[in-house]
T-cell receptor, first 110, second 114 residues
Framework: GQQVMQIPQYQHVQEGEDFTTYCNSS?????IQWYKQRPGGHPVFLIQ?????EVKKQKRLTFQFGEAKKNSSLHITATQTTDVGTYFC??????????FGKGTKLSVIP | DSGVTQTPKHLITATGQRVTLRCSPR?????VYWYQQSLDQGLQFLIQ???????AKGNILERFSAQQFPDLHSELNLSSLELGDSALYFC?????????????FGNGTRLTVT
């Protein structure tokens, strides 16, 4: 599967601040999926991006797929304590298996 | 509730022992995946099955084996357990098992090897 690198590994933000996590690959990705894992929970599928330059929004969350399909980002506007968790990107170009990034662990300080 | 059922929730066992983790996929999903998550680590892909057949293999140790049965449930067998095998083991399922299929994860089995 494709190797995807996620940065940062950890992010601490004050409630109300914005947050962004990035997912990068050295090769072209066929798709990118984003998952959220709450503390003590299991990963939950958020969204999938397939097209070059694609942008999708879910309330305060904005997902982007780069023009070259080698990177993606997840941006959260005005974080809330309910946003706490680890955000993973995953891709499976050229294979059946999904390879997950190591995740970005988000802490929100009330 | 994802619809994926994993049992047991917790397992505590000694080094050298063998355990079996069980997973029932969401109704209608044909593909089952196994992932290992160690403390503060990402999700390491172990193996994938589709409709009873092995479809993809990741970094699965030779001491580990899995299978998917005709009723589509899956079992992951871990033998000759070592301390380093302590981790959270997730099962996930998807409709068709292709790279564009979103995964639905179970709650995981937390394995502790002492």
């Amino acid at each position: 599967g494709q190797q995807v690198m996620q940065i940062p590994q950890y992010q601490h933000v004050q409630e109300g601040e914005d947050f962004t996590t990035y997912c990068n690959s050295s090769t072209t990705l066929s798709n990118i999926q984003w998952y959220k894992q709450r503390p003590g929970g299991h990963p939950v599928f958020l969204i999938q991006l397939v097209k070059s330059g694609e942008v999708k929004k879910q309330k305060r969350l904005t997902f982007q797929f780069g023009e070259a399909k080698k990177n993606s980002s997840l941006h959260i506007t005005a974080t809330q304590t309910t946003d706490v968790g680890t955000y993973f990107c995953a891709s499976g170009a050229g294979s059946y298996q999904l390879t997950f990034g190591k995740g970005t662990k988000l802490s929100v300080i009330p | 509730d994802s619809g994926v059922t994993q049992t047991p929730k917790h397992l505590i066992t000694a080094t050298g022992q063998r355990v079996t983790l069980r997973c029932s996929p969401r109704s209608g999903d044909l593909s089952v995946y196994w992932y290992q998550q160690s403390l503060d680590q990402g999700l390491q892909f172990l193996i994938q099955y589709y409709n009873g057949e092995e479809r993809a293999k990741g970094n699965i140790l030779e001491r580990f084996s899995a299978q998917q049965f005709p009723d589509l449930h899956s079992e992951l067998n871990l033998s000759s357990l070592e301390l380093g095998d302590s981790a959270l083991y997730f099962c996930a399922s998807s409709v068709e098992g292709g790279r564009n299929s979103p995964l639905h994860f179970g709650n995981g089995t937390r394995l502790t090897v002492t």
